[in-house]
């Protein structure tokens, strides 16, 4: 069965620095994976996505994803923390059958200044 | 092209009430599928319609249920309320093939009293 772990329910950083958002996943099958963003009071949003087609995923704002498979991981990072970039971080794993997503219980990111 | 759209935004209902949560997928995807988000128990999916027909469900009593119509608008109901269904409740739609992105609505907030 698959099943996703995320690592730090809270993360806390300072504008400008790295931002490292950490997943492991567990997959039956070969996965797909995604990065979601929530802010609040809002739905999700799609940052990236990984389908097998590259290991190093690129997404929106800045943030890129590497899937390691001998580490079971997909972490989210970006090289430099924006205030904006406070908000609830989701990573997904396609649980099988029809479009269910099975999601880790989230981060949540703060920006210091 | 416009995104996903819940109504209503927010609902209060007391025990025992029934409930019916409507979602119109992006023009052009046929697939939607159903998350509850609560503090306790994180995102969770709930069922996943296609062409009228349920494909895929999670493992929530029978009190929760939906239908898709011809238009691809999907509606879910929750008969018997309870305090703990008590969450915000996301639609989400993609293309029909399997394991395609995606796409969230931005909720329903469901209050239980």
Request: aromatic share 12%; hydrophobic share 35%.
């Amino acid at each position: 069965a698959q099943s996703v772990t995320q690592l730090g329910s809270h993360v806390s950083v300072s504008e400008g620095a790295l931002v490292l958002l950490r997943c492991n996943y567990s997959s039956s099958v070969p996965p797909y994976l995604f990065w979601y963003v929530q802010y609040p009071n809002q739905g999700l949003q799609l940052l990236l996505k990984y389908t097998s087609a590259a290991t190093l995923v690129k997404g929106i704002n800045g943030f890129e994803a590497e899937f390691k498979k001998s580490e079971t991981s997909f972490h989210l990072t970006k090289p430099s923390a924006h205030m904006s970039d406070a908000a609830e971080y989701f990573c997904a794993v396609d649980g099988g059958g029809y479009n269910k997503l099975i999601f880790g219980a989230g981060t949540r990111l703060a920006v210091h200044p | 092209k416009a995104g996903v759209t819940q109504t209503p935004r927010y609902l209060i209902k007391t025990r025992g009430q029934q409930v019916t949560l409507s979602c119109s997928p992006i023009s052009g995807h046929r697939s939607v599928s159903w998350y509850q988000q609560t503090p306790g128990q994180g995102l969770q999916f709930l069922f996943e319609y296609f062409s009228e027909t349920q494909r895929n469900k999670g493992n929530f009593p029978g009190r929760f249920s939906g239908r898709q119509f011809s238009n691809s608008r999907s509606e879910m109901n929750v008969s018997t309320l309870e305090l703990g269904d008590s969450a915000l409740y996301l639609c989400a739609s993609s293309l029909e093939a399997l394991r395609e992105t995606q796409y969230f609505g931005p909720g329903t907030r469901l209050l239980v009293l």
